[in-house]
């Protein structure tokens, strides 16, 4: 389905669920969702029109926040359906906590409060970051990132080009493997450096479960699947995407391909949009540093492009 037709789907499939209310119902529907109040009258003339009126201005992202408040009070299958076809799921449950770039040992965690969700890292927090400022509607921005970081090392807060450059260092500093340093060092020079801060950051190595078994030590039924993700992009409106960089290692043993493993890493692709995040896989062997960064260039490009998140002047339309 073609970009252009996104905003129409939506705007479609939400007049038509606005519109299974009574026709004096729909103007006070319509003001709670936050769409412009009208006459009674109008209503009845189509109940219909009159919701796709005010949602003539909207685009994407505003379309995606009204379609979920219709969806929390009413019963919205074919809503429910664009959504999901158009990738606009999004994460259930609140934002608590981003652990994220470790570059060392496993950290150990505990649960000091299980009533208010408390996490602490009793060991090994000195390998990792931890976020815990509340998640606003935009996501995370690496302008928000940069000023969180400015936070928590006051050798640079009061300079925000320092800021973002030893952060940015500090990211790519967990960084796994050279196919994952192609798509982080090609996202930073794109975004990062060239006017795009308010564009979402590319947060890398992200615990996404946490086990504080081995797969050694706990025999049945196993740890958890994919503790890790290679990088992350919370986007506005609850919208989380995973990135994930396949080496060898994901589908073969000691050079021979291993069906066994692809079925594990399709298995956990399912349960992980299930959760509703989008899941986005780059194999490495096209990450290499010649043809990597316009691969990835394109990749963001339409990203954004689908959830309507404006590339900045100064970041090209095309890559040559």
Not at 56 to 66: D, K, M, S
Not at 76 to 96: H, Y
Not at 284 to 298: F, I, K, Q, Y
């Amino acid at each position: 389905m073609g970009d252009a037709v996104k905003p129409e789907t939506l705007r479609s499939a939400i007049a038509s669920a606005v519109a299974e209310l009574k026709s004096y119902e729909v103007p006070g529907e319509c003001v709670r969702l936050g769409l412009a109040p009208g006459e009674e009258s109008e209503a009845f003339g189509s109940k219909y029109r009159y919701v796709m009126k005010r949602l003539r201005p909207l685009a994407v992202p505003e379309l995606t926040t009204i379609a979920r408040k219709l969806l929390d009070e009413y019963e919205a299958p074919e809503l429910e359906q664009v959504l999901a076809s158009l990738g606009m799921t999004s994460v259930d449950g609140e934002f608590k906590n981003l652990i994220f770039a470790a570059n060392g040992p496993k950290p150990e965690i505990v649960l000091r409060d299980a009533v208010n969700n408390r996490l602490d890292i009793v060991r090994n927090a000195q390998y990792c970051l931890t976020y815990t400022r509340p998640l606003v509607a935009a996501g995370l921005s690496w302008a928000e990132l940069v000023s969180w970081w400015q936070q928590t090392n006051p050798a640079v807060a009061g300079d925000q080009e320092a800021a973002s450059r030893t952060l940015c260092a500090r990211l790519a500093d967990s960084l796994a493997s050279p196919p994952e340093e192609v798509l982080f060092h090609t996202y930073a020079a794109l975004y990062f450096r060239e006017g795009g801060p308010a564009l979402p950051a590319l947060i890398p190595q992200v615990y996404l479960h946490y086990d504080p078994y081995t797969a050694k030590a706990r025999v049945a039924p196993g740890p958890l699947a994919r503790q890790r993700m290679d990088f992350l992009l919370l986007l506005p409106n609850r919208v989380r995407v995973v990135l994930e960089v396949d080496g060898h290692q994901h589908y073969s043993i000691n050079g021979k391909a291993s069906p066994e493993l692809y079925a594990q890493m399709v298995s956990e692709d399912r349960q992980l949009k299930l959760s509703g995040y989008e899941v986005y896989r780059f194999g490495g062997h096209e990450l290499d540093r010649s043809a990597g960064p316009r691969a990835v260039a394109g990749f963001f490009r339409e990203l954004f492009g689908r959830y309507d998140i404006p590339l900045p002047p100064t970041v090209p339309a095309s890559s040559s």
